[in-house]
């Protein structure tokens, strides 16, 4: 049982990047599927996720600019993000939960991360 977050790179201030999160030994289906960023010394922080029943969320620093979607053939949930800011930069990860509501402390199944740097 894993999820592994991809897709994250250096991008200049304005840019695009769309990370994907995709799940070995279980159906992403079956859970709410959150991302987190964590940019040392601050703590991690939840930025994006989506339930079962498609629900979305997003807090105000990325809303509007982020958008989470699910794959279900591929098994696998994105992040499209956009209007990349330098306080963006982190490493990114994926987890799954019985619900987005939950705290993060009832998330699973965190891979490694991704790193997304954004700077000029």
């Known amino acids: 049982v894993q999820l592994q977050a991809s897709g994250g790179g250096s991008v200049q201030p304005g840019g695009a990047l769309r990370l994907s999160c995709a799940a070995s030994?279980?159906?992403?289906?079956?859970?709410?599927i959150g991302w987190f960023r964590q940019a040392p010394p601050s703590e991690r922080e939840g930025i994006s996720c989506?339930?079962?029943?498609?629900?979305?969320y997003y807090p105000n620093s990325v809303k509007g600019r982020f958008t989470i979607s699910r794959d279900s053939a591929k098994n696998t949930v994105y992040l499209q993000m956009r209007d990349l800011r330098p306080e963006d930069t982190a490493v990114y990860y994926c987890?799954?939960?019985?619900?987005?509501?939950?705290?993060?402390?009832?998330?699973?199944?965190w891979g490694p991360g991704t790193q997304v740097t954004v700077s000029s």
């Open positions: 987890a799954r939960s019985g619900g987005c509501h939950f705290p993060e402390s009832a998330f699973d199944s």
């Open positions: 030994g279980f159906r992403l289906d079956d859970y709410d």
């Open positions: 989506t339930s079962r029943d498609g629900t979305t």
